[in-house]
């Protein structure tokens, strides 16, 4: 019985064994073998970014091995470009890399100084620029900022940071920002001018994202009847008040 047990034993270390050498053999193969050098890399989700920046940051080259990559590291590399909220990267054997992307929008202006910071909703600083290249965002005036290192999130000099996010998030959200021209934030209310040459008054408290509601409401009201220009109210929370 002893000697049957060692044969068996014998027999299952060389099947491990002869595993271990296939698999290590395969990883050679894949390693060495030019079947799998990169010959093309696809860049989906993308719609500021240009392709070739994505490959810069990534450090991809085509005609290294495929394998040589670290996918992990290169979804990190590429997140570091503060237009990227998501990214994704998977092998497609033998020879591609495919690049998923989620953008960030820039959705806001901050001039500072001679400069001009574009944010995202959320308050991330996207990019600094020398002038305005997006016509279709509101520039945000009354604020000054303490942070506006690039990648980093917004913050303001007074206590009105949380109500501009907020702002931006609700007028967002009602698909509005791309309808509003200027953001001027003042101690307790905010004025707004829209493409219209509609001028706007709000409180700037914890009913903003109502107030932005009632807004959106009104101004498709006025567009829906063909009114441009006027001025509304929206101190009260009772009455709204619309002046040709």
Do not use: H
Not at 32 to 39: A, G, K, R, T
Not at 66 to 89: A, C, D, M, R, T
Not at 147 to 174: H, M, V
Not at 194 to 223: A, F, G, H, P, Q
């Amino acid at each position: 019985m002893k000697k049957c047990k060692y044969r068996i034993n014998k027999r299952g270390k060389i099947t491990i064994y002869s595993f271990i050498l296939l698999i290590i053999l395969l990883i050679y193969i894949c390693i060495s073998s030019s079947i799998f050098n990169l010959s093309k890399v696809t860049l989906k989700g993308n719609d500021k970014i240009v392709k070739n920046d994505i490959i810069k940051m990534a450090s991809i080259e085509l005609g290294n091995n495929l394998f040589q990559y670290n996918i992990n590291e290169i979804e990190k590399n590429i997140l570091k470009n503060p237009y990227i909220n998501y990214v994704k990267v998977s092998r497609k054997i033998p020879n591609k890399l495919i690049i998923e992307i989620k953008e960030n929008t820039e959705d806001a202006i901050i001039k500072t100084g001679k400069k001009y910071i574009y944010i995202q909703e959320g308050g991330l600083i996207l990019s600094e620029k020398n002038d305005i290249t997006n016509k279709n965002i509101p520039i945000i005036k009354g604020v000054s900022l303490k942070e506006k290192d690039i990648n980093s999130f917004i913050k303001i000099n007074d206590d009105n940071q949380d109500l501009l996010i907020r702002t931006l998030k609700s007028l967002k959200d009602n698909k509005m920002l791309r309808e509003i021209n200027i953001i001027d934030i003042k101690k307790n209310y905010i004025s707004i001018e829209n493409i219209d040459s509609i001028k706007i008054t709000m409180k700037l408290d914890e009913n903003i994202s109502y107030n932005v509601k009632r807004l959106n409401e009104i101004l498709i009201d006025l567009k829906s009847n063909n009114i441009k220009k006027g001025t509304i109210n929206l101190i009260s929370k009772e009455q709204a008040v619309y002046s040709p």
